[in-house]
């Protein structure tokens, strides 16, 4: 079954967020996921939440982003489930969501979320250290947190990138493996 994975840059696109390109090849490469016109704009919203309710209802469903991208994350979840609550997402991932982007938590759509901040004022404090949170009553998501502090937008991190493989390998696999309903 094929996994289908949604990247999205933070402000500025690949002109800020040169990680995120070689992050979304190495998706693609390493774990054989569709990551169409990965990565997207942050503003792409839309176009990613469409583009996952045409998916067949039980194809593993990943998404990532950096920065504002980071942010859009669970915008994406939440707008799926607002219109599909039976709509999975497998995974969200981001690399040092900011303070100045979208605040919104992690819908109970999204089985496992796992989001790097950073503390770190290089460029400018803000940048980086927003932290996900879950949705009221969210009871579903298993939601981690940790702190490396690169300077934003820390997307290139190597052992980052690699932790995120490794997790959206296994979360894959578990979609893969989970009971379909008949």
């Not at 169409?36 to 593993?60: C, K, R, W």
């Not at 942010?71 to 607002?82: E, F, Q, T």
């Given at each position: 079954?094929?996994?289908?994975?949604?990247?999205?840059?933070?402000?500025?696109?690949?002109?800020?967020?040169?990680?995120?390109?070689?992050?979304?090849?190495?998706?693609?490469?390493?774990?054989?996921?569709?990551?169409?016109?990965?990565?997207?704009?942050?503003?792409?919203?839309?176009?990613?939440?469409?583009?996952?309710?045409?998916?067949?209802?039980?194809?593993?469903?990943?998404?990532?982003?950096?920065?504002?991208?980071?942010?859009?994350?669970?915008?994406?979840?939440?707008?799926?489930?607002?219109?599909?609550p039976n709509r999975i997402i497998h995974g969200?991932?981001?690399?040092?969501?900011?303070?100045?982007?979208?605040?919104?938590?992690?819908?109970?759509?999204?089985?496992?979320?796992?989001?790097?901040?950073?503390?770190?004022?290089?460029?400018?404090?803000?940048?980086?250290?927003?932290?996900?949170?879950?949705?009221?009553?969210?009871?579903?998501?298993?939601?981690?947190?940790?702190?490396?502090?690169?300077?934003h937008p820390g997307d290139g991190n190597a052992?980052?990138?690699?932790?995120?493989?490794?997790?959206?390998?296994?979360?894959?696999?578990?979609?893969?493996?989970?009971?379909?309903?008949?």
């Amino acid at each position: 079954m094929t996994a289908y994975g949604f990247g999205m840059y933070g402000w500025l696109g690949q002109s800020a967020d040169r990680g995120e390109d070689q992050f979304s090849r190495r998706v693609a490469a390493e774990l054989g996921v569709n990551v169409g016109a990965s990565p997207y704009q942050e503003y792409d919203v839309n176009n990613i939440v469409t583009a996952i309710l045409a998916l067949p209802s039980d194809a593993p469903v990943i998404v990532w982003g950096t920065s504002l991208g980071a942010n859009n994350a669970p915008v994406v979840a939440a707008n799926v489930y607002g219109l599909n609550p039976n709509r999975i997402i497998h995974g969200i991932w981001g690399f040092q969501a900011s303070q100045f982007g979208a605040h919104l938590g992690i819908p109970p759509n999204v089985l496992f979320a796992h989001l790097t901040s950073s503390d770190n004022p290089i460029p400018l404090p803000g940048l980086g250290s927003y932290r996900w949170v879950k949705a009221e009553g969210n009871t579903v998501t298993n939601l981690y947190l940790d702190t490396v502090n690169d300077p934003h937008p820390g997307d290139g991190n190597a052992a980052v990138q690699n932790k995120y493989l490794d997790e959206m390998r296994r979360v894959i696999a578990a979609a893969e493996q989970a009971p379909k309903v008949a």
